[in-house]
């Protein structure tokens, strides 16, 4: 179905004082798929992961890149192709879903409406049958309401939303190949599952094969036959997943899978593991300065510097701060919640999102959230920071209720509370370089000079781990994980006591997660910040978390230590998602696929006793 052959992908950058600078993020890598099968491609950001997946549909023509080598897509050489060649290709017989859904869907159009206009191009089909397969693809990767919905704009999406109607409108038309660059990213545990059955579901009937771009393992393991590691554009190990997974040969290999966070790992109590970073990794450095962006600009994330184990104990005096040993904590609550609700009207139609949460949030503390998307994370984070206004309910921060106050008095507490937002596109200006948007928090406050405000953003640049040198950069120049750091780096800017983190790691590869999260608790040492994490990756947040609390219908149904909820969870519901996280073992992971099809076939009234 699928051979390439010796490919190689150069870009130009662009001219800069140095001159045009060209990066090669594809060197020589060659691989074949067969009818039917599945491989996935694994790797950090900038590896040249997603560049391997544009170059099969040839998405670079025409764009200033250099591609060489041989690219056969089921008979068609995409080099030579014509320009109708390759539009009968694209969608009919390859589709590909991409890693940012909200870049990818028309903002003025139904999202029904774009997904049947797909099926109208390729199947001369009527409107009224378009819209009728858009309705079934939509349901059949688990948009609820799917008739109803199909009539909503991506904007009336939540994140993990907008990434299954990106995998519908890829599998409408039926492809023999489907090409998923990151497809799961932004979903909940759960979600993730579905789609996973459901490509497994769709291999067997039609026979499609499937390229897997991503950087989480686990997903690797519940999805394919063979894997192939990447790393700075050439391949470092190939072999069956099995294989790879359980007996790695290369110490890159090694390294990936050493840094992927798992539920049955140890706890750390009271402290974050290192990031693997210069020389202190065993693959020497995991995320050099020689990267290449996966979206075709130039790599370049250097390290955090070798950050070391940092302890919760270690927090500034004076502040007594929860720790994993699930003691409580004596310290005053910086930021309180009691009752809040938020409603959202839709012509006569009132959506309750969040409905009567109340929780606390210490000095120094990291709440995690967790849930399924649609679950109101996003839209409790945005209150607690006061860029949404409850509907009902109080919020005191620092003993000041800021609920139901003018905008003139919440401006003193607006630097001391930031977020960082869950999709690095739509947050960063792509018109003004990184540098710029970074600097914005820094100009408003106006404390410094222009030449200190230059410096400080340098420094916060290194620390997150991006090159000081790509302050003038602009978003696109970056890979998706690469501006998920900018957009950290502008939320440290304004010096804030309380950070709500939303999805600030489901666009990262392990390695990047770690100096993430070894970056923040550097963050509370120093500073005693606050952190509320809201996340679907659960493994995650039990590594980064002292508290859990899972949503569900925007309403908190079980809070408690890491230990409590992980250890012994008493809602059905976090049993299910924690039965939900993928596996490394690929034997397991397919264990867990035929019960959750078992478990399909229970009647409702007992779905419950059946997750129990």
């Known amino acids: 179905m699928v051979r390439v052959t010796d490919l ?24 074949s798929l067969d009818a039917g099968r599945a491989l996935a491609l694994v790797g950090e950001s900038g590896s040249g992961k997603s560049t391997v997946a544009s170059a099969l549909l040839g998405l670079y023509r025409g764009t200033g890149a250099r591609v060489g080598g041989s ?63 858009a309705v079934e693809v939509l349901d059949r990767v688990g948009i609820p309401d799917a008739a109803r919905r199909a009539r909503s704009r991506p904007h009336e999406f939540s994140g993990g939303m907008r990434q299954r109607a990106l995998i519908a409108m890829a599998l409408a038309c039926e492809p023999r190949l489907l ?36 950087h989480d393992v686990g997903v690797a393991a519940e999805s394919v036959e063979e894997v192939l590691v990447m790393r700075r554009g050439r391949e470092v190990e190939r072999g069956p997943v099995a294989e790879v997974l359980g007996r790695p040969r290369d110490a890159y290999t090694r390294a990936l899978l050493s840094a992927v966070p798992r539920l049955d790992a140890p706890l750390t109590r009271g402290a974050v593991p290192r990031a693997r970073t210069g020389a202190s990794s065993p693959a020497g450095s995991l995320s050099g300065t020689g990267g290449t962006s996966g979206t075709g600009g130039a790599g ?141 928090p820094l100009r408003a406050a106006g404390v410094l000079d222009e030449g200190r405000t230059v410096a400080r953003v340098r420094e916060l640049l290194e620390r997150v781990g991006l090159d000081p040198d790509r302050y003038d950069r602009y978003p696109h120049e970056f890979s998706g994980g690469q501006r998920q750091r900018v957009g950290i780096a502008r939320a440290l800017a304004a010096d804030p006591r309380l950070i709500v983190c939303d999805e600030p790691v489901s666009a990262l590869d392990v390695t990047t997660q770690a100096q993430v999260v070894a970056l923040l608790a550097e963050l509370q040492r120093e500073l005693g910040l606050a952190l509320v994490f809201i996340a679907h990756d659960l493994a995650v ?23 409590q909820v992980y250890g012994s969870p008493r809602d059905p519901y976090t049993r299910q998602l924690l039965a939900a996280v993928p596996a490394l073992d690929p034997a397991l992971a397919a264990e867990r696929r035929d019960a959750r099809a078992a478990r399909e076939t229970v009647p409702d009234a007992d779905q419950e006793v059946a997750l129990a």
């Open 8 to 31: 190689t992908v150069d870009f130009t950058t662009g001219a800069h004082a140095a001159g045009e600078e060209t990066v090669r993020a594809v060197d020589g890598l060659s691989f």
């Open 71 to 133: 690219v056969r897509v089921d008979g068609t050489d995409v080099g030579a192709a014509t320009d109708s060649e390759l539009r009968a290709l694209r969608g009919a017989v390859a589709a590909m879903v991409f890693q940012d859904p909200l870049s990818s869907l028309d903002p003025y159009y139904a999202v029904g409406d774009q997904i049947a206009e797909v099926y109208r191009v390729h199947t001369a089909a009527t409107r009224g049958a378009a819209r009728a397969r």
């Open 179 to 214: 090409i998923a660059d990151e497809p799961t990213t932004a979903l909940d545990v759960t979600v993730q599952a579905q789609i996973l059955d459901l490509l497994h579901g769709l291999r067997q009937e039609t026979g499609m094969g499937l390229l897997l771009v991503t």
């Open 300 to 440: 370049g994330a250097s390290g955090t510097g070798g950050t070391e184990a940092l302890s919760r104990a270690e927090a500034p005096s004076g502040t007594d701060t929860p720790s994993r040993t699930g003691e409580p904590s004596r310290a005053e609550p910086l930021l309180e919640a009691h009752g809040l609700r938020r409603e959202f009207r839709r012509g006569r139609r009132t959506l309750t999102a969040v409905d009567g949460v109340s929780l606390t949030v210490a000095p120094g503390e990291t709440l995690g959230i967790v849930g399924e998307s649609g679950s109101g994370k996003t839209t409790l984070g945005r209150m607690l920071v006061r860029l949404l206004d409850p509907s009902a309910g109080r919020l005191v921060y620092r003993g000041a209720e800021i609920a139901n106050v003018s905008e003139k008095e919440l401006r003193p507490y607006r630097r001391e509370l930031q977020m960082v937002f869950q999709d690095p596109v739509s947050s960063l200006n792509p018109r003004r370089s990184v540098g710029e948007s970074v600097a914005d």
């Open 541 to 563: 947040v039990r590594q980064v978390s002292d508290r859990i609390a899972v949503m569900r219908g925007g309403r908190i149904v079980e809070q408690g230590t890491v230990e």
